[in-house]
Nanobody, 117 residues
């Protein structure tokens, strides 16, 4: 019953910004660890950023200082602000939710981000 819907992807040029959103339904969002992952063509899916229910965050080294993950529990939404985008950021970005007391998580269907020079 959990549903995650990403939005905000698109095509931009190097140096521009995008903000991705992921709206969650069907679960207790405030008790969930939320993450953004990405998968580029020919590469494995990798963790981009994660935010815990209490607020602490972690980022992949490749995006640290450029991307910011945040959450709005009142809106059941997690965001990924992406600044100074680079061609290597091109990927399908997936939202992930895991309730902290459970083992399994849920995936969104993804949103494509394309960065061209």
């Amino acid at each position: 019953q959990v549903q995650l819907v990403e939005s905000g992807g698109g095509s931009v040029q190097t140096g521009e910004s995008l903000r991705l959103s992921c709206a969650a339904s069907g679960t207790i969002f405030s008790a969930s660890v939320m993450g953004w992952y990405r998968q580029a063509p020919g590469k494995q899916r990798e963790l981009v950023a994660v935010i815990t229910p209490g607020g602490p965050t972690n980022y992949a080294d490749s995006v640290k200082g450029r991307f910011t993950i945040s959450r709005d529990n009142a809106k059941n939404t997690v965001y990924l602000q992406m600044n100074s985008l680079e061609p290597d950021d091109t990927a399908v970005y997936y939202c992930h939710l895991r309730i902290v007391t459970l083992r399994n998580g849920y995936w969104g269907k993804g949103t494509l981000v394309t960065v061209s020079s």
